[in-house]
């Protein structure tokens, strides 16, 4: 609903600007566009609370339009200005939570990965603090260096790290051998349970050899926990390299826990994590993986009738199991579900004010800070210690339709019969595509409308492959999440409920593709065969323009095979990268977004540790990665 000026709540701070900046105006008419100038302000933080700052942006912008008396046309003029302004101050606040980067558009990719690592290490402020890492290849001084001197500053930080088998020996400038001989106490590394080696009859011992491996760590990313709480997640195709950071395309999202979707990808990586970590195997730690492989040496020596040599008897370092903390503190002050209030009220020791604090909330938004909350409500402040407030986050202040429980539902605003409709419609269906599609389980649209500033449709959700040692088959992850089910599109648009493997995380968006809607994939690895790249070519046979990037080693049938369609009459076309190295496993429809560390390949989905994360109906994500592909496109040559 459309707020008016004498709706806001306007801070004490913010009282004298606003008076400053209305006095300026020669007229009612004026005075109102000022006053609207100065709601779309206060709205740019999702509340009805005019702040110091957000009205200060208003003056300054009308100052810079002109001084003295505001004509129409200065108004005009400053309020075009203002909204630049505050455009800038909600990009800042990200208060979904999500940011996209990529390499080679000037700033680090390793620097901002650095950086929310650190500035992670900022927000637990001494707390227990977990930073769980799955690696592919790492090969960055920067990034060791960061780990090091967080670790040695920072006990209250523990890193733990499983990393691919390559990454065991010192050579290439791998990182790890390095990290470990600092025998730092609270950084603890696994490997892959891994031999990827073949019998050379020329040099007469194992050899490496790609093929032979049952199995790669192929994720490349981590989470924090601080003191249970899940705080971030960054993902993508980025490797810790300085190759990866300046020579190939590239790509790394960001997740911070600052509405249900987020927290709930975090939440997923962060189990898998631990699935991965207990697995004995899945992963060892140094010393018990050296052994394994000395042991699988000897093996193939002597089974070629050579004399066992690897060293087999290390003593065992191998690590406790791991299980995620638990969050016993924390509070979303802008939450819905019932611990948020409940622990509010633990915490300034009187639910009385609790519920204060909640109506405030109700009547002019969400807090949007601890500065905020304090000059809401300022009786607050003598109940919390600087510890205590540490415990408090604040949320967007809405829940998404397409992952909120039944308890969130209800305290938003549904009733149980709407609540249920809806959680049993996209159990069944999947994803609901707007607010505005909860018309179809039965919500009137003045409800939909009223609920509108308290509801989001995006979602975020991971999905992963894994193959422990030993195993024929693969599966969807190590972690609890791995035997979940999500309702997956098929080739002809029935709905099912299948394993959540990386495979339906892009299947299910290409076999909804519409007729006309536009599909743009850019892939480092692409096989015919694989079944994402069966379900694309299938959406393009109905209609659905296709438009694919990829790099130019390994993809030659991939390409063919999107050219001999394109002859056919379908609207497909496909371009390859040979300048750089085109790394990026990401695709955008409509605006549903995937990416992560899985090509399109049958090892991506039956063999590696692998990971994939949807983010639906994020038009910011889905235009950054459409933008990304545009760019990519342009430098890249027809196949």
């Keep these: 609903m459309p707020v008016s000026f004498s709706q806001l709540k306007i801070a004490s701070a913010a009282r004298p600007i606003v008076d400053q900046v209305l006095a300026r105006a020669s007229n009612d008419t004026d005075r109102t566009r000022i006053q609207n ?18 009205v200060q942006a208003i003056a300054d912008a009308f100052t810079a339009a002109g001084n003295g008396a505001l004509t129409p046309d200065l108004i005009g003029v400053g309020i075009e200005q203002a909204n630049t302004v505050l455009k800038s101050m909600a990009d800042l606040g990200n208060l979904d939570g999500v940011s996209n980067v990529f390499t080679l558009q000037g700033a680090s990719v390793e620097a901002r990965m650095i950086k929310e690592l650190q500035d992670s290490v900022v927000r637990a402020n001494g707390r227990p603090m977990d930073v769980n890492m799955l690696i592919f290849e790492f090969q960055s001084d920067n990034v060791e260096k960061a780990i090091t001197d967080i670790a040695k500053n920072h006990p209250n930080v523990t890193f733990r790290i499983i990393a691919d088998s390559g990454q065991a020996t010192d050579s290439g ?47 490349k990313g981590f989470t924090t926990f601080i003191d249970g709480k899940p705080d971030s997640l960054l993902t993508g195709s980025f490797n810790w390299s300085g190759t990866a950071d300046t020579k190939n395309y590239e790509d790394l999202t960001v997740f911070q826990n600052k ?10 990586f962060g189990n898998e994590f631990a699935g991965y970590w207990n697995n004995p195997e899945a992963a060892l730690s140094p010393n018990d993986f050296q052994n394994f492989k000395g042991r699988k040496w000897n093996e193939m020596l002597t089974a070629h009738g050579q004399r066992g040599t690897a060293s087999t008897n290390r003593a065992s370092d191998a690590y406790a199991n791991y299980t995620l903390p638990n969050d016993a503190k924390s509070l979303d002050i ?123 449709a995006i979602d975020v959700e991971a999905f992963f492959n894994s193959r422990p040692a030993g195993s024929t088959t693969g599966g969807t992850g190590y972690g609890p999440d791995g035997s979940r089910l999500s309702p997956v599109a098929g080739a002809d648009g029935t709905v099912s409920n299948q394993r959540a493997s990386v495979t ?83 695709g955008v ?50 196949a």
Excluded: C
């Design 259 to 268: 509405d249900a979707s987020s927290r709930r990808g975090i939440e997923q």
């Design 589 to 638: 429809v409509g605006n549903d977004v995937f990416f992560g560390s899985a090509n399109f390949s049958e090892s991506s989905s039956t063999k590696h540790s692998e990971n994939r994360i949807t983010v639906k109906n994020h038009d910011e994500t889905a235009n950054q990665f459409k933008s990304r592909f545009t760019e990519i496109w342009d430098k890249s040559k027809p």
């Design 173 to 219: 400038g791998n990182a790890l051998p390095s990290l470990l001989k600092q025998k730092l106490p609270n950084v603890q590394v696994k490997y892959k349970k891994d031999f990827p080696y073949v019998w050379s009859d020329s040099a007469k011992r194992p050899l490496y050899n790609h093929g032979a491996t049952q199995g790669l760590n192929h994720h």
């Design 504 to 586: 339906v995380g892009a299947t299910d968006l290409f076999n909804r593709a519409r007729a006309g809607e536009t599909i743009d994939v850019a892939m480092y690895g692409a096989s015919p065969s694989a079944p994402e790249f069966v379900a694309m070519i299938n959406a393009a046979k109905r209609g659905a323009v296709v438009r694919v990037i990829l790099n130019d080693d390994y993809t030659g049938p991939a390409a063919s095979a999107l050219k001999a369609l394109a002859t056919q009459g379908y609207a497909v076309d496909v371009r390859i990268q040979k300048a750089k190295t085109m790394h990026e496993k990401f």
């Design 334 to 456: 802008n939450g819905f579900q019932a611990k948020d209030e409940a622990r509010l009220g633990e915490l300034l020791g009187s639910k009385t004010l609790a519920r204060t604090v909640m109506q405030d909330r109700a009547k002019f938004g969400r807090f949007a800070d601890m500065e905020d909350l304090l000059e809401r409500v300022p009786q607050v402040a003598a109940r919390l210690t600087e510890a205590e407030k540490q415990n408090i986050g604040f949320g967007n202040g809405q829940v998404s339709i397409n992952n909120a429980t039944l308890e969130e539902l209800d305290k938003v605003g549904l009733t149980r019969k709407q609540a249920t409709a809806l959680v049993a419609f996209r159990e069944a269906k999947g994803d609901f595509d707007s607010i505005d599609d909860l018309i179809k389980v039965g919500v009137p649209k003045a409800t939909i409308e009223r609920l509108k500033p308290f509801l989001t």
């Design 37 to 54: 100038a100065l709601v779309a302000a206060a709205g740019t933080d999702k509340n009805k609370v005019l702040s110091a700052k957000e």
